[in-house]
């Protein structure tokens, strides 16, 4: 029995526990509520974004916000007029509806006034042939509070481009593989024609020799067959290059030696 007023330590140990476990619940949903503070701001710039709202945009990123995203190919982009190019020349001018989804929000509470956000992005569009199309990217946005509003200070966005932000994405899609094919077909084409080109001209640089037309004559005037033809102008391509010979074309007739006289007797 407790007779100077004091708790029991059995009692105090337990009382602490409960308002530990209090304090512990109430810090995890104050914690839980900023970072659904944070996705909703996330869903709120990517929205604009969808909407092609610039100006609603610019309220949400810092004036210096720096970004690496497969647009720049590369580069590390600062400042709003890489992104204002995009705005005026392609989303507002979009009129075809574009979705966009959060998955796997993960947030990172850095202190009382920054935050880091790192999820998947899948976005909807319809396509120049009006097909409905999906893309992904993975990206992070760092975010930072500045006089109680939230500020967008540095994004990083990997894989496809934004479809809303390529400006390839609402043209139709090329079939790569029959366009290669097609090249690849040409390409063959032009090099047996180069080819046969050559094969004419050698031939006509042969025939067209003294030695060869001497012997084409003097082969039909002995009467033996002549291994040795001109060709003739039925391809439109090697007109140019051998002209008509009409003396080839028409072979003369074998020499015949005259009857032998017969002899007076």
């Not at 909703?40 to 990123?61: M, P, R, S, W």
Request: aromatic share 8%; glycine share 4%.
């Amino acid at each position: 029995m407790n007779h100077g007023g004091n708790i029991p330590s059995s009692a105090l140990a337990v009382s602490l526990t409960l308002e530990t476990e209090k304090e512990k619940r109430v810090k995890e949903r104050v914690m839980e509520a900023r970072k659904q503070e944070i996705i909703k701001i996330t869903e709120q710039l990517i929205e604009a974004v969808n909407n092609g709202d610039f100006e609603a945009y610019a309220k949400i990123c810092d004036p210096g916000l720096t970004s690496f995203e497969p647009e720049a190919l590369g580069n590390l982009v600062e400042g709003m007029d890489f992104h204002r190019f995009y705005f005026e020349n392609l989303l507002s001018k979009n009129n075809k509806p574009i979705h966009t989804t959060i998955l796997n929000p993960h947030v990172h509470l850095i202190g009382e006034d920054a935050a880091c956000i790192a999820y998947i992005r899948l976005t909807q569009f319809v396509d120049g042939q009006g097909r409905p199309r999906s893309s992904q990217s993975e990206e992070t946005r760092v975010w930072h509070r500045r006089d109680s509003k939230w500020q967008n200070v540095h994004f990083h966005c990997s894989g496809a481009p934004a479809a809303p932000l390529h400006p390839h994405s609402l043209l139709p899609p090329t079939p790569v593989r029959p366009l290669l094919l097609q090249l690849l077909s040409a390409q063959l084409k032009r090099e047996k024609e180069r080819r046969e080109e050559g094969k004419e001209r050698e031939r006509f640089r042969i025939l067209s020799s003294p030695a060869c037309t001497s012997l084409y004559n003097y082969r039909h005037l002995l009467g033996c067959p002549c291994y040795c033809t001109l060709p003739t102008n039925t391809n439109p391509k090697s007109s140019q290059l051998m002209p008509n010979f009409p003396l080839f074309q028409t072979p003369p007739p074998p020499f015949s030696p005259p009857p032998p006289k017969s002899s007076a007797k």
